[in-house]
């Protein structure tokens, strides 16, 4: 019987995220199989992949903050703000000095806001906008208001001449486009940027140690999940434990007395099960998912 739970999965670069929700498909004989947050194809590292009911628990995954390991060449813009784009525009970056290049991450980070990359999947009067990047169209789109947390640089390469790679840390709030940062980096100095390389290390409490490769998973299916449902719910969310009634209740989609949390949080059974995750309205603490027993 294929168990309900998460898997931290190392993402090849080449694949998309969907192609890895395929691939765990197939390894653990289940079509309900679901991802917590896209990486590009270009990418690699941390993607969290639900199975079977824990793919309730993916609205919780997806909102949480990210860590990333990137590298950003100054002197060239391209269309997708990335190294698989056509080139948009060179310029020589070798006079640009490290001091410059970390006062303009500097403006770059905190509550900023940003204008999402045009190859993104945001969509734009119904269609995705690297659709119409991808027909010849320049769609513009929105600024939106991101945080970013850290965002510091590890080393400056200066041995492509014309060029600086920079490879940078950042650590950001869900929905920051790394590429964009590269773009509007490379604005500010006035010679163009984009992303040549980008590592996700982290999404929220998830990281690089306990993730699995796409090989390693084929080598243990179909008992792919690593993280049980009750576990991912204890690692996702904040917690509270339900007496026997109060459980039978909430399983029944009924309300129990707040205990004063703001956010969404967890509540298990005596058993230890994940019984349900709550939100707290109007004085009631009523559920937003319920887990009906397997």
Request: hydrophobic share 45%.
């Amino acid at each position: 019987m294929n168990r309900d739970g998460l898997v931290v999965v190392d993402k090849p670069g080449g694949m998309t995220s969907h192609d890895v929700v395929a691939r765990v498909r197939r390894l653990a004989g289940t079509r309900r199989v679901g991802h917590g947050g896209t990486l590009d194809p270009m990418a690699t590292g941390v993607l969290v992949v639900a199975v079977n009911r824990a793919t309730r628990l993916l609205t919780y995954v997806i909102g949480a903050e990210k860590a990333y390991t990137a590298t950003i060449r100054l002197g060239q813009a391209t269309v997708t703000d990335d190294a698989e784009g056509a080139l948009l525009s060179t310029a020589d970056a070798g006079a640009v000095d490290d001091a410059a290049i970390t006062a303009g991450l500097s403006a770059l980070t905190g509550r900023i806001a940003q204008v999402p990359s045009a190859v993104s999947a945001i969509k734009i009067e119904g269609r995705r906008a690297y659709q119409r990047v991808r027909e010849g169209e320049r769609p513009e789109l929105a600024a939106r208001e991101v945080t970013v947390h850290e965002l510091a640089v590890r080393a400056v390469n200066r041995s492509v001449p014309g060029v600086v790679d920079v490879d940078v840390q950042v650590r950001c709030s869900s929905g920051t486009y790394v590429r964009a940062i590269a773009r509007d980096l490379g604005a500010a100095l006035g010679v163009g940027g984009h992303l040549t390389a980008l590592r996700r290390t982290a999404v929220g409490d998830f990281g690089l140690a306990e993730a699995a490769t796409l090989d390693e998973l084929e080598a243990r299916a179909p008992e792919v999940v690593t993280l049980s449902l009750a576990a991912a719910a204890r690692r996702c969310l904040p917690q509270r434990d339900a007496g026997p009634e109060e459980a039978r209740t909430l399983s029944h989609g009924g309300p129990l007395a707040p205990i004063g949390l703001a956010e969404p949080y967890a509540v298990f059974g005596p058993d230890g099960a994940l019984v349900a995750v709550v939100v707290e309205r109007s004085g009631r603490a009523r559920p937003e998912v319920v887990f009906a027993p397997a």
